[in-house]
């Protein structure tokens, strides 16, 4: 009796150490996406959270700057961060997880008379561009932006790129096209924001993707567990449901 006593309270202690895994991930400021002034920290970490959530892992997310999130996870004092879109400049250091979500990077710029279209980046010359510190865009953009440093500004933040574009001292701004809308519409007059429009087609369409540090001899085997608990919140339509939130606003502030 007594040993079929302490096999249970054993197997007891191993499920609560289970049940009670918690993890960490950096991450920053990318509203209604990610924010900790959204609820549930905003549409990607709740879909995180709950797809670790299958998994009896829990999440606790920490908030940097964007560039130190990464170097965080980089070196491997947090589990991952969150979310990058996918680039082979991150398979040197990490292991990336199956996609979150899938997004248009598109450029804003002030209403103009002059063609809303455009066909490649050649089409700027002259224009100065405003970009964010740390971002991935395309490689071609970053090429570019090397090629006519003169013209490209770079700041820590989109909101200072939108300010710069409502004062006119850049032309226009790449940023995912929802996260731009958010930015806008939470931020400015009404009156500044129909001054700005979005060109077409996009910058880029990009999957965005959990980053887990090969530093840690865990990574493996926590993407292998979020990529199960993904499925698993895509197949039942859960992920569904908390687009649908996102669209009507759940996670504006």
């Not at 820590?156 to 930015?183: A, C, S």
Request: glycine share 4%; hydrophobic share 35%; with cysteine.
């Amino acid at each position: 009796m007594k040993r079929v006593y302490w096999l249970i309270i054993f197997s007891l202690v191993i499920h609560n150490a289970i049940a009670e895994q918690t993890i960490t991930i950096s991450t920053s400021e990318w509203p209604p996406y990610i924010s900790e002034k959204s609820p549930n920290y905003g549409y990607i970490c709740q879909i995180v959270e709950e797809a670790f959530g299958k998994m009896n892992i829990k999440v606790n997310f920490v908030f940097y700057p964007w560039a130190r999130a990464y170097e965080e996870a980089r070196h491997g004092n947090v589990n991952a961060t969150s979310y990058w879109y996918k680039d082979p400049k991150h398979e040197k250091d990490f292991y990336l997880s199956e996609a979150v979500s899938r997004e248009n990077v598109v450029f804003f710029r002030l209403k103009s008379d002059k063609p809303v279209t455009w066909k490649g980046l050649s089409d700027f010359d002259g224009l100065t561009i405003g970009i964010t510190r740390s971002y991935t865009y395309t490689q071609e953009l970053w090429r570019y932006a090397k090629q006519h440093s003169d013209s490209i500004s770079i700041v820590n933040t989109d909101m200072q790129n939108f300010k710069m574009l409502l004062l006119e001292r850049i032309d226009l701004t790449p940023i995912q096209e929802t996260v731009g809308w958010h930015y806008l519409q939470s931020s400015f007059a009404k009156e500044q924001v129909n001054r700005v429009e979005v060109m077409r087609p996009p910058l880029s369409v990009r999957t965005g993707h959990l980053l887990f540090p090969k530093s840690d001899k865990n990574s493996k085997k926590l993407v292998q567990q979020f990529n199960i608990g993904l499925k698993q919140l895509i197949d039942s339509g859960r992920v569904d449901e908390l687009k649908e939130a996102l669209i009507l606003g759940r996670y504006s502030n």
